[in-house]
Structure formats: C-alpha cells, structure tokens
C-alpha cells in the first residue's frame, strides 16, 4: 500500500537557521497539509495546499512558515529563522480529491526537529 | 470557541478487556468526526470518519459512535490487545475545513 513518506526523520538545527522539511505524498493525492506536535502536547494544524496554492492556515503559520511543491511531487515545508520553540515533531498529510472536505487523511512517519 | 475535549487523559488496561474512550467537542459548524490512533514517534493513523448522519462506524475491533446532538463521541475498544497500546485522538473537523484535535488518550493494554 503506498504510503507518504518525509525526510529526514530527525533534524536538528541551530537556533536562527531554516530548514526544509520534505514529504513525498502519495501520488494520485491532491490536498496535502502539514501539522505539528510539540512534545507531549496534541497535534496542530498548521497549513493545507491545493492546486499549487495554500488553502487554508492556522494562526501558528506566520510568515515565518512557508510551503511549496518544487516539482510537482515533492511538498516542502520551509521555516525560516528558526526558534527554539519550533522543535516539534512535523507530520505532513494527503488525501485524494473526494466530495467530502476532509475525507481520509494519511500521514506519514514525521519528522522530529530539534533547534538548539 | 472550538474545543475538542477527551477522557480520560491515561487508561491502563488488562489484555482482553473492553474499554470506552470519551470525546467532547463544541466545534460548528460540524462537518466530521474522526478517531486516529498514533503510536509514539508515529504518525497518526484513521480508524474512524464520521459525518453528521452517522452515529456509529465499525473497523474491526474499534467502533465509534457519534451524538451530534449532545456533541459526544466515543470509541470503544473490543477484547483489546497489546498492541493497541497508543495514543487514541479525536479530530473534528468544521465545515471550513478548521480541524481541531483532542489532546488523546493514552492506553495502555498489559498482558
């Protein structure tokens, strides 16, 4: 069964670098997202991408984030100027166009990133 | 303001046993209501979606119920095993695509 993949799985970075944050969602999927979930603490919806534009965001997507899809396949996630507060884990999600607005989501492994 | 509330916050069961995890949710518009199971260091995996005529949906050991009207949910977990020891999470999501996401129950299944 394909699955969604992202790399790395664990990132770590200097306190005020950027990082990308890759996902490779399964092919014949259209909507994808990111979501991130600080250690111990619930899952957050951060952003969600169609058709080459965002969607919809969350208040934690400030102009610090920002998300494209380089080459049609691959979907990044960019956070500039990094915190400390960014160490979280990363998930990215997608689901295939469906009448249903958030029908069946998966997600993949996430990536950890810890800024020191 | 849209909230997803879950009891109870940890569970410990014995394997073999039966168990109920509670979802409150004052999200609304109501589009969908899901349960996923994440294993740690895991992504989040569906078990359940759930649209508002719906009161109750089945994937094998784990049923779901819906009461739209009372804003409850709950997901109950047959003959459990131990390997369904994970974080169990309510997602509900707004007609707007807004989802918002319990803070999970944690289970834990001993032999």
């Known amino acids: 069964e394909p699955e969604v993949t992202q790399t790395p799985s664990h990132q770590v970075t200097q306190m005020g670098q950027e990082v990308i944050l890759r996902c490779v969602p399964i092919s014949n999927h259209l909507y994808f997202y990111w979501y991130r979930q600080i250690l111990g603490q619930k899952v957050e919806f951060l952003v969600s991408f169609y058709n080459n534009e965002i969607s919809e965001k969350s208040e934690i997507f400030d102009d610090q984030f920002s998300v494209e899809r380089p080459d049609g396949s691959n979907f990044t996630l960019k956070i500039r100027s990094t915190k400390l507060e960014d160490s979280a884990m990363y998930f990215c999600?997608?689901?295939?166009?469906?009448?249903?607005?958030?029908?069946?989501?998966?997600f993949g492994p996430g990536t950890r990133l810890t800024v020191t | 303001k849209n909230q997803v509330e879950q009891s109870p916050q940890s569970l410990i069961i014995l394997e073999g046993k039966n168990c109920t995890l509670q979802?409150?949710?004052?999200?609304?518009?109501?589009?969908?209501l899901r349960w996923y199971k994440q294993d740690t260091g895991r992504g989040p995996v569906s078990l359940t979606i759930m649209t508002f005529s719906e009161n109750t949906k089945s994937n094998g050991r784990y049923t779901a119920t819906l009461d739209a009207d009372t804003k409850q949910s709950s997901l109950h977990i047959t003959a459990s095993q131990l390997s369904d020891s994970a974080s169990y999470i309510c997602v509900v999501s707004a007609r707007q695509g807004d989802m918002r996401f319990g803070a999970g129950t944690r289970l834990t299944v001993k032999p």
């Open positions: 979802c409150n949710y004052t999200v609304s518009p109501f589009s969908n």
């Open positions: 999600a997608a689901r295939p166009r469906s009448g249903t607005s958030d029908y069946e989501q998966y």
